[in-house]
């Protein structure tokens, strides 16, 4: 069956660098998101995007965070300068069509850890 | 393995109807369960469960937890329209001293006027 897959699993990094967490979605899938889950809280939407733009994007995603599509397969989340509090699961989702009754496919996260 | 199955994975009923979601769970040191509907494109969260047998209750829905059978059931009473969407189960447990956060595929519900 097919699924979305993350790497890395887990990645440590010092603050201030740069991080990028690659995605690869479901190959017929044409809607990508990332989401984060910060420990103990809630899962929090961060970007979707379609067509090789961002589509919607929340308060979170600022400056700091960007994507991209370099191929036809991935779909990378770039943290530029990472902070303390870009600790989190981060967890990317496709899906076949952006209405709301077709859902997405989470992939099972990369944990990222800020020191 | 670690797994969350949902069931149903698709269901129409129509207003007023009282449905079921149903989610069960494998995963190594278990941590908590959560539900969450998704309408659209962010996933809402509805309930966070680490307790069996607590119900807890928001409105017209509720959702209980047995560790023991390890499942968890969403109950929505005297459905509406605005209910129609998508509802994840999602689990936190940790292996190898990492964390880690499965989800279900989903069930689709459709509430019919």
């Known amino acids: 069956e097919p699924e979305v897959t993350q790497t890395p699993s887990h990645q440590v990094t010092q603050m201030g660098q740069e991080v990028i967490l690659r995605c690869v979605p479901i190959?017929?899938?044409?809607?990508f998101y990332w989401y984060r889950q910060i420990l103990g809280q809630k899962v929090e939407f961060l970007v979707s995007?379609?067509?090789?733009?961002?589509?919607?994007k929340s308060e979170i995603f600022d400056d700091q965070f960007s994507v991209e599509r370099p191929d036809g397969s991935n779909f990378t989340l770039k943290i530029r300068s990472t902070k303390l509090e870009d600790s989190a699961m981060y967890f990317c989702?496709?899906?076949?069509?952006?209405?709301?009754?077709?859902?997405?496919?989470f992939g099972p996260g990369t944990r990222l850890t800020v020191l | 393995e670690d797994k969350v199955v949902q069931s149903p994975l698709s269901l129409v009923v129509h207003e007023g109807d009282t449905v079921t979601l149903n989610c069960s769970y494998e995963?190594?040191?278990?941590?908590?369960l959560l539900w969450y509907k998704q309408e659209k494109k962010a996933p809402t969260f509805l309930f966070m469960l680490?307790?069996?047998?607590i119900e807890k209750k928001s409105g017209r829905l509720s959702s209980i937890l047995d560790k023991k059978e390890l499942f968890s059931i969403l109950n929505i009473t005297a459905t509406q329209t605005g209910d129609s969407a998508v509802y994840l189960c999602?689990?936190?447990?940790?292996?190898?001293?990492?964390?880690?956060?499965?989800f279900g595929k989903g069930t689709r519900l459709h509430i019919l006027p």
């Open positions: 989702a496709s899906s076949i069509s952006g209405a709301s009754e077709y859902e997405q496919f």
């Open positions: 190959s017929n899938h044409l809607y």
């Open positions: 995007f379609y067509n090789n733009e961002i589509s919607e």
């Open positions: 995963v190594t040191n278990f941590r908590s």
């Open positions: 680490t307790s069996s047998g």
């Open positions: 999602a689990v936190e447990g940790a292996s190898n001293r990492d964390d880690k956060i499965i």
